[in-house]
Nanobody
Framework: VQLQASGGGLVQAGGSLRLSCAAS????????MGWFRQAPGKEREFVSA????????KYADSAKGRFTISRDNAKRTVYLQMNSLKPEDTADYYC????????????????????WGQGTQVTVSS
């Protein structure tokens, strides 16, 4: 299973980016998908997650009101719409997928996820 993240780039503060993460390879059971990020010199941190159903979402406090997670199960893709970006959002963003699990559950612990993408860099200039 491979997760391919894309959509990162350089944007000015206040701008927007939309990250995508597409799964490919052997099929796996629908499970939660999430986004994490890691800034230089910092630990990887949770950003957002969405249940298999798509009806349950969870956000880090830093993302609430600015970021929106969504998914398209037919395309095996998860998205992260990021608005009102701030310089402190600068980081490498990683998508993750859980192989199966409860239909309506989200996870904010990286240890819960089975597959990881390679990361896409987001840089927000002030």
């Amino acid at each position: 299973v491979q997760l391919q993240a894309s959509g990162g780039g350089l944007v000015q503060a206040g701008g927007s980016l939309r990250l995508s993460c597409a799964a490919s390879g052997r099929p796996f059971s629908c499970g939660a998908m999430g986004w994490f990020r890691q800034a230089p010199g910092k630990e990887r941190e949770f950003v957002s997650a969405i249940s298999c159903s798509g009806s349950r979402t969870k956000y880090a406090d830093s993302a609430k009101g600015r970021f929106t997670i969504s998914r398209d199960n037919a395309k095996r893709t998860v998205y992260l719409q990021m608005n009102s970006l701030k310089p402190e959002d600068t980081a490498d963003y990683y998508c993750a997928a859980k192989d199966g699990g409860p239909y309506y559950t989200t996870y904010d612990e990286y240890s819960e996820y089975d597959y990881w993408g390679q990361g896409t860099q987001v840089t927000v200039s002030s």
